[in-house]
């Protein structure tokens, strides 16, 4: 059994405030599937929008190239398009263009039958007041963890 692969994008919550998540399937072609399955994608500058078309389409997201392969690779940042309902296309389509918000990957894994799929969310970025309350918060929760267990010994 191969290990799962779940890489993440450990940044964006921290960037943004997520409103909506959807998953959604990834056109690939034969040697990028196989570096995923090696673990070598990163997602963490990575964004979705849409073309043209009405596709929407992930940018920014790397895939390096397969080791084995020879001149039938792929490109590494190329722009690859992503599949989800058209119902759900419609409905993010509209929330950008209406509201400015933006749509971001989170996480990129393999299902039970052996796709890749991504997890993304409708996010509306967050001011550097609100980045400053987040890290308050966590400072406070570690010192009062450490209060907490210097009086449980």
């Not at 690939?28 to 500058?45: H, P, V, W, Y």
């Not at 990575?46 to 020879?70: D, P, W």
């Amino acid at each position: 059994m191969q290990k799962a692969i779940n890489i993440k994008n450990k940044k964006a919550r921290f960037e943004y405030e997520f409103l909506d998540t959807y998953i959604a399937g990834i056109v690939l072609k034969g040697t990028e599937i196989k570096a995923i399955r090696m673990g070598k994608a990163s997602i963490s500058e990575s964004f979705c929008e849409f073309n043209e078309k009405g596709e929407l389409l992930v940018i920014n997201m790397t895939v390096q190239e397969y080791s084995h392969a020879y001149h039938f690779n792929h490109t590494p940042k190329a722009a690859r398009k992503l599949l989800l309902k058209k119902k759900e296309l419609k409905k993010l389509f509209k929330e950008v263009k209406n509201t400015g918000l933006t749509i971001i990957p989170i996480t990129l894994f393999i299902n039970d039958k052996g796709l890749a799929k991504l997890k993304i969310v409708l996010a509306k970025g967050k001011k550097l007041y609100d980045k400053r309350e987040v890290l308050k918060d966590r400072d406070n929760k570690r010192d009062l963890d450490r209060l907490k267990k210097s009086f449980n010994k």
